[in-house]
């Protein structure tokens, strides 16, 4: 039987924030066991495994990204809804670097996983964000890499402390934002 108030959720919840703390590739079922207080075995009632449980870490983060891009961009169009967006996956990256690492190379399992609904979402706003710029339908999916590629790399590098020298970091990401929405509307 389940201990009383764990379950999928609070055991993913858990997970996702200790691998903020110690890494994706240092979290391991037992520490979260000792984490929350139970024997490992207790864990796999909740989850089928490690893989199990980081297909569960990453489809939280896509879902809170989701959100987070989701509500930043309300309201705006153009540049304004573009940095919104872009503020708003930096900070998920940078505040949870190791559930966000659960995301990266995560392939859904099919149309109906939770992965791929909450990737959807996201993607969904960056369309929405990229409508507000004169580009073709079929450039879209090239569009939606690129700015995917260019935050995913600059937050992961700036979370792990890439950028020793003096330029300012938010100085450089605006930088970024300027030039993304110039060859957008380039295009």
């Known amino acids: 039987m389940p201990r009383a108030g764990l379950d999928t959720a609070t055991v ?4 996702a924030e200790l691998a903020d703390q110690v890494g994706l590739n240092r979290l391991t079922m037992g520490l979260l066991a000792e984490r929350l207080g ?3 075995p207790s ?3 909740h989850v089928d495994g490690q893989e199990d449980l980081v297909r569960h870490i990453a489809t939280l983060a896509t879902a809170q990204a989701a959100d987070a891009v989701g509500t930043a961009v309300q309201g705006l169009a153009g540049r304004d809804a573009l940095a919104a ?3 708003a996956f930096r ?3 940078i505040t949870h670097p190791g559930r966000y690492a659960a995301t990266t190379g995560m392939e859904p399992t099919g149309p109906e996983d939770p992965m791929a609904l909450a990737s ?6 960056f369309r929405a964000v990229l409508r507000g710029y004169d580009i073709d339908e079929a450039d879209t999916d090239h569009a939606l890499r690129m700015i995917r590629s260019l935050c995913h790399g600059f937050a992961t590098l700036e979370a792990a402390g ?3 020298w003096s330029a300012d970091i938010d100085t450089s990401f605006e930088w ?5 929405d110039q060859g957008l509307r380039a295009m």
């Open 38 to 40: 139970v024997r490992t």
């Open 91 to 93: 900070s998920l990256v």
């Open 176 to 180: 970024l934002i300027d030039f993304t």
């Open 43 to 45: 864990l796999y009632k």
């Open 12 to 15: 993913v919840a858990a997970g």
């Open 120 to 125: 959807q979402r996201l993607f969904d706003v």
């Open 85 to 87: 967006a872009l503020h």
């Open 162 to 164: 890439g950028f020793k």
